[in-house]
């Protein structure tokens, strides 16, 4: 089963994808990223491991999920 995510947490994905490529990734975006990943696992009821690693391969590795 797919994991639904908002796109909040895509845009807070996105962000701090972009700072890590440069070599900027500060301390507050990976804890913003984290804690948002955290709360919306909590919400939903699904896996926090789950929805980081669906997160990351959406931001990522966008064309692997368009086989789906």
């Given at each position: 089963m797919a994991i639904e995510?908002?796109?909040e947490l895509i845009e807070l994905?996105?962000?701090?994808?972009a700072?890590?490529?440069a070599n900027a990734l500060t301390v507050e975006t990976a804890a913003?990223?984290?804690?948002?990943i955290t709360a919306y696992a909590e919400e939903t009821?699904?896996?926090r491991y789950e929805v980081e690693?669906?997160?990351?391969?959406?931001?990522?590795?966008?064309a692997e999920d368009?086989?789906?």
């Open positions: 995510l908002s796109d994905e996105r962000a701090a994808w700072e890590q490529r913003r990223v984290q804690e948002a009821g699904q896996s690693s669906a997160l990351k391969r959406a931001v990522r590795h966008p368009d086989d789906s």
